[in-house]
């Protein structure tokens, strides 16, 4: 048999037929899936907060939600703080000026106070300081606790004030005015003594207790620049041995415990026996005659001194007057007068 040309077998057909159909269905497939991607690519793209792998819409909107009112929360508390930070604020400005309100009305009384005792210590020393060489004084007021000193208290020359404190001695004793000494009851000792300044009643009674036992005394009761180094001479009698002292604060000290202590004894004795006094020449010489006074004056050679209580019933008070170097025994007594008269016009 005559070979016409190359025989195709049925099988390699069949198989070029399924890898057409194959190749097909491969462009089907691919021109599908490239219309499908399109699509998605050209959907509107989705917020990325939305949705998470592990939250559903849901949980989301809940988050969000919870989220905003943390949000919430948070601004309305630091709103609130700060309206409690600017109401403390408000409040302690308040409080400042309240107080500094109440400081400056406390200022302003204690200047009104001060102005009114700068006004009340206005007593003129002028004439008293220039009457001696050495001039101690004090006027202290019992109802208002006002005090005008100079303030220069230094141990000085007694004269007869010394009897002042040799009567508040005496009278602490056993007995008190009941005591009899040379055949005489105390009383009648004390009186001239400081009424009269007699210096045989005081000799009489410095021999009687001691020296020394008076210096203890007088240190034991807080009087330290008090002290008795002889008895007593004529004033006229120039000293040549060691003076009998006390001081502006130790005369004061004494006024203070008599006034205090009036209404008992013995100071209540103490203090009849003073308003007894006849020697009247330097603190009640100018005084009204109705004005009461207790008071112990003293001389002795250039040394004029005179303390006491002077009873006036609206301000009574203690006035203490020591000097020493005195050339002119008129212009110092006077001086002192006028000072006690001037301390009776101050209210």
């Known amino acids: 048999m005559k070979n016409l040309g190359k025989h195709t077998d049925p099988n390699e057909k069949s198989k070029g037929k399924y890898v057409v159909i194959g190749l097909a269905a491969l462009l089907l497939a691919g021109g599908a899936y490239f219309g499908v991607t399109r699509v998605f690519n050209n959907s509107p793209e989705k917020p990325k907060e939305t949705v998470t792998a592990k939250d559903t819409p849901s949980s989301s909107r809940e988050k969000t939600a919870a989220s905003s009112k943390k949000k919430a929360a948070k601004k309305t508390t630091t709103s609130s703080t700060k309206k409690a930070k600017k109401k403390k604020t408000t409040e302690s400005s308040k409080k400042k000026k309240t107080k500094e309100s109440s400081t400056s009305k406390k200022q302003e009384s204690s200047e009104k106070k001060s102005s009114t005792k700068a006004k009340k210590k206005n007593l003129d020393v002028t004439a008293l300081t220039q009457s001696a060489g050495k001039v101690y004084y004090d006027v202290y007021y019992f109802k208002d606790k006002q005090d005008f000193s100079s303030k220069n208290s230094e141990q000085t020359v007694a004269a007869n004030v010394i009897e002042l404190f040799i009567m508040d001695y005496a009278l602490a004793q056993n007995d008190g005015g009941n005591q009899m000494i040379q055949d005489k009851k105390l009383t009648e000792w004390l009186t001239p003594m400081i009424q009269q300044n007699d210096i045989n009643a005081t000799n009489v009674l410095i021999d009687h207790y001691g020296m020394d036992k008076l210096n203890e005394y007088f ?21 040549t041995e060691d003076d009998n002292y006390t001081s502006l604060n130790d005369c004061m000290k004494l006024l203070k415990k008599i006034y205090d202590n009036r209404e008992k004894e013995p100071q209540k004795n103490m203090l009849e026996i003073l308003k007894g006094q006849v020697i009247r020449t330097k603190i009640p010489q100018k005084l009204p005659e109705n004005t009461a006074v207790a008071n112990i004056t003293g001389e002795q050679q250039n040394v004029e001194n005179d303390i006491g209580l002077v009873l006036t019933e609206d301000n009574p008070f203690a006035i203490v007057v020591l000097t020493k170097e005195v050339t002119d025994i008129v212009k110092t007594r006077t001086a002192i007068a006028d000072f006690s008269l001037a301390a009776t016009k101050l209210k």
């Open 219 to 239: 240190k034991a009761q807080g009087y330290p620049d008090t002290q008795i180094n002889r008895r007593m001479v004529d004033i006229n009698v120039r000293i």
